[in-house]
């Protein structure tokens, strides 16, 4: 996607520059546009784990690169297994980071020492491309949700999406998740208007949903974290796309914290609510997302301060609690299968179900078990 008319994606190699990797610092945006240049399996790790980039599917492409300059340094196979734990450990949600590190590892582990770099770049950049590739996908499938939604509307204004977080280009190697059908319908020049929560304590709808929407051309606005329910009993929202970063194989979808409540407002309310995910999301090991999704507990001090351009221009941080006021900072939480309306992946829609899921990738679910299962998906 653009940024001021110039194409990016949200990692790169840079084959000029010692095939070092580049990434967009999305800790400065929107305020400014800083491009990182990542040397050494550190970088990456420090990059994940202080969200510099964060989104499922970006982290595992970021995971993947990070592995190819750890094995620059070392390709032993005591390094490699190091420096995939080291990223690993990272961040715990998004299932997408060991989804490409044991794609990077199966690879690798049968490759010879003295072709692992060359090995862990080609496959980097597959994964990378086909992230991209596959998010396009969704856009394809999603965007007749958006054009029956603006047949329903008869021209009386535009579709009404409302989405939570930062499931756009930024969150992904390119095009999104969430996102992507929104900029296809955009492109088809449907008027598409999106409701964009602020998303705190991190703010990613405010800083980075709102700043690659505004990039784009695309109509919408920011709203707080409450406002959806309130709009969704007023007639205001049409239709509500989220992103995942772990979805089980029964349907149920961990996404940033505050997504269970929009999609028990969209329940009560009649309004659609359906989930974007790359099958790089799914957690085929699985079945109940409230019990066996691991949710991260993030730092304090995103609940207790708040980060943004003061009036002098100069970006600062400030207290909004009380000295001495403890905070929780639960980073994701999980939406039910039973109030998600649909999940729209790289190979068409389908009910978040089992049923569902197995039969869009009947390749990838029957396969996988935990210890000790019999292997019916
Ligand atoms: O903590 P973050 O910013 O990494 O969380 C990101 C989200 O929850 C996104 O909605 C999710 O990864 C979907 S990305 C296409």
């Not at 100069?314 to 299968?337: E, M, Q």
């Amino acid at each position: 996607m653009k940024i001021d008319g110039t194409p990016y994606r949200s990692v790169w190699v840079d084959e000029h520059d010692q095939w070092s990797v580049r990434i967009i610092d999305q800790t400065k945006l929107p305020w400014s546009v800083e491009i990182l240049r990542l040397t050494a399996v550190r970088d990456a790790a420090h990059a994940i784990r202080s969200m510099q980039v964060r989104g499922a599917p970006l982290i595992g492409a970021v995971a993947a690169y990070g592995l190819a300059l750890g094995l620059r340094a070392d390709a032993s196979t005591e390094a490699m297994e190091r420096d995939a734990a080291l990223l690993a450990a990272t961040r715990p949600t998004a299932v997408n980071l060991r989804w490409a590190l044991d794609r990077m590892l199966t690879v690798l582990r049968n490759t010879r020492q003295a072709d692992r770099v060359r090995a862990a770049y080609a496959q980097a950049q597959q994964i990378a491309d086909e992230d991209a590739e596959r998010n396009e996908q969704i856009g394809l499938h999603g965007l007749p949700l958006i054009e029956q939604a603006a047949a329903a509307r008869q021209g009386s204004g535009p579709v009404r999406v409302l989405t939570h977080c930062n499931a756009g280009w930024l969150a992904t190697v390119d095009w999104g998740t969430a996102m992507a059908p929104i900029y296809k319908a955009h492109d088809a020049g449907i008027d598409v208007h999106v409701w964009v929560d602020e998303t705190r304590p991190r703010n990613q709808g405010a800083a980075l949903t709102a700043f690659e929407l505004g990039k784009h051309g695309v109509a919408h606005t920011v709203v707080s974290d409450n406002a959806g329910g309130h709009l969704m009993q007023h007639g205001q929202v049409d239709l509500v796309i989220v992103g995942a970063d772990r979805v089980t194989r029964t349907g149920d979808a961990a996404n940033k914290i505050g997504t269970y409540l929009k999609a028990l407002a969209a329940h009560d309310n009649g309004v659609p609510f359906h989930v974007a995910l790359p099958s790089s999301t799914i957690d085929w090991t699985i079945d109940d997302g409230v019990r066996d999704i691991p949710i991260e507990e993030r730092a304090q001090s995103e609940v207790t301060t708040m980060t943004g351009r003061a009036m002098d221009g100069s970006v600062a941080t400030i207290r909004v609690v009380p000295t001495g006021s403890p905070a929780a900072n639960p980073a994701f939480d999980v939406t039910p299968h039973r109030l998600i309306t649909g999940l729209i992946t790289e190979r068409g829609r389908t009910q978040a179900t089992r049923e569902g899921l197995a039969a869009l990738f009947p390749e990838l679910g029957p396969t996988r078990t935990r210890p000790g299962e019999s292997g019916a998906a």
